[in-house]
């Protein structure tokens, strides 16, 4: 901070001139006219002048010269590479604990699907289903509705491991202006 304030006021300062104000002004009166005898009674104005250098109250007030500010720009420029550095350093090297990570990795594994018990009343686990919709169709007969009764929920459900995700997902949606693009190439998990 001390080297980005030096050369801030240093740039800003430096150069220019203020006219002292008439309550600084020492000693003040009507009988004290002559600028060869009055001064200023703020830090930094020189005996017998009423004007104020800029670099002189710098100098004076805070030790400031205008001649620091490109060394102060360096180690201000050095400071950043350096803690540049140990910060990439740091991100490398530094492990995060297990179980705080923010993006969740899962192993790839085999597809299976669950079996299912079929009950007697369940037309699709039958045996005697095996036959193709054609060729029930190209048999001639009626086909028979067969009743089937709903069965109860399975008392435990079955929790899915996998993960479900998506990429490049675009939606369109028919309108009488014509398509509209609701998603563009959408990504997520």
């Not at 104000?21 to 060869?36: C, I, K, R, W």
């Not at 001064?39 to 930094?44: D, E, K, L």
């Not at 048999?139 to 079955?158: F, N």
Request: one cysteine or more; charged letters at 25%; glycine letters at 8%.
């Amino acid at each position: 901070m001390y080297y980005a304030y030096e050369g801030i006021v240093s740039n800003e300062l430096s150069g220019s001139h203020y006219r002292c104000s008439e309550q600084d002004t020492f000693p003040f009166g009507a009988a004290y006219n002559d600028t060869q005898y009055q001064t200023c009674a703020v830090q930094g104005f020189k005996a017998g002048s009423t004007r104020l250098n800029g670099d002189d109250y710098l100098q004076s007030f805070y030790g400031f010269s205008k001649s620091h500010l490109w060394r102060n720009f360096g180690i201000i420029i050095g400071f950043f590479l350096v803690f540049a550095v140990i910060v990439a350093i740091g991100m490398e090297r530094f492990k995060v604990p297990a179980g705080k990570l923010a993006t969740v990795y899962f192993a790839r594994s085999a597809f299976t699907t669950p079996k299912r018990k079929g009950s007697a009343s369940d037309v699709e686990s039958q045996q005697s289903a095996s036959v193709s919709v054609d060729e029930k169709m190209d048999s001639g007969k009626p086909e028979t509705a067969i009743d089937v009764q709903p069965t109860s929920p399975p008392a435990e459900i079955v929790r899915s491991e996998k993960s479900f995700s998506w990429k490049d997902l675009s939606l369109d949606v028919k309108t009488k202006d014509g398509n509209k693009r609701l998603l563009n190439d959408v990504c997520g998990k």
